[in-house]
């Protein structure tokens, strides 16, 4: 395996996102990006499940037959019925639009929906090593229910966390993404992708991690610089792979 690795990401697969996520998909491929990691939402907002698309999982397959990885995405992508703790409103009603869905989730609500995304994809014939939660938002007993669900690893925006028994190991790398709710967000992660950018590649990160979600290819100068970032990142010897090439067995 190549020391240098790139993982790149599509966030918040599902079918009425897939037609901005099959253009994001060929111009990544156009861009030399062999192989992404899919995070798919089994039931996104409560609406109907992804095994309700045929067509749509049939694409998923294909996709994953020529490279890419299927990861189970939370299981709604939202917080329906739940009630914020003070201190959760930032990250709920600022930093996400109500869909921190593993943040302050309960135990037993949490193992049922890991439980049945994990047999969702598996009935479809697709991986379920990776777990990432919306957001990358969870709290600290998430680290431990994961394993005993069976996924091999999960990320955080600012690590890779891996699940090697008998203990868990994380790899840290600031993920590049974008926020584009608002024209200040816009410029903002314009500014801070650009520093990030730089760092890694002065200090010549060996993780590379870009993560993607389907309106960040509405706004052109969103798109445009990651299009640089790619490319950058691919001329300076980083090679594309997927998250679950870091898993040991």
Not at 77 to 100: C, V
Not at 118 to 146: C, N
Not at 184 to 207: D, E, F, P
Request: glycine letters at 6%; aromatic letters at 14%; hydrophobic letters at 40%.
């Amino acid at each position: 395996m190549a020391e240098n690795l790139l993982f790149v990401t599509l966030h918040d697969v599902y079918p009425m996102n897939r037609k901005k996520i099959e253009k994001q998909r060929e111009a990544l491929a156009a861009w030399g990006i062999e192989k992404v990691g899919l995070l798919i939402v089994p039931f996104y907002h409560h609406k109907k499940s992804i095994v309700e698309d045929p067509s749509f999982c049939s694409w998923i397959s294909t996709c994953a037959s020529l490279g890419d990885e299927t990861i189970v995405h939370g299981f709604y992508h939202d917080r329906m019925g739940r009630t914020d703790k003070f201190s959760e409103l930032f990250w709920t009603r600022i930093y996400t639009q109500q869909e921190a869905e593993f943040l302050g989730i309960e135990k037993k609500v949490a193992f049922r929906r890991l439980e049945e995304a994990k047999k969702m994809f598996m009935s479809l014939g697709w991986s379920t090593r990776g777990f990432i939660a919306p957001g990358w938002l969870f709290d600290s007993p998430l680290l431990k229910w994961l394993p005993e669900v069976g996924y091999a690893y999960t990320v955080a925006i600012d690590r890779i966390i891996l699940f090697e028994n008998p203990s868990t190991s994380s790899i840290f790398s600031f993920s590049h993404c974008w926020s584009n709710r608002s024209a200040w967000r816009r410029a903002t992660s314009i500014v801070w992708n650009s520093w990030l950018k730089q760092r890694n590649i002065l200090s010549k990160k060996r993780y590379v991690r870009v993560g993607l979600h389907p309106e960040d290819s509405d706004y052109p100068a969103i798109w445009k610089q990651v299009e640089k970032i790619i490319k950058d990142f691919l001329e300076v010897g980083m090679h594309p792979e997927t998250y679950g090439s870091l898993v040991k067995s």
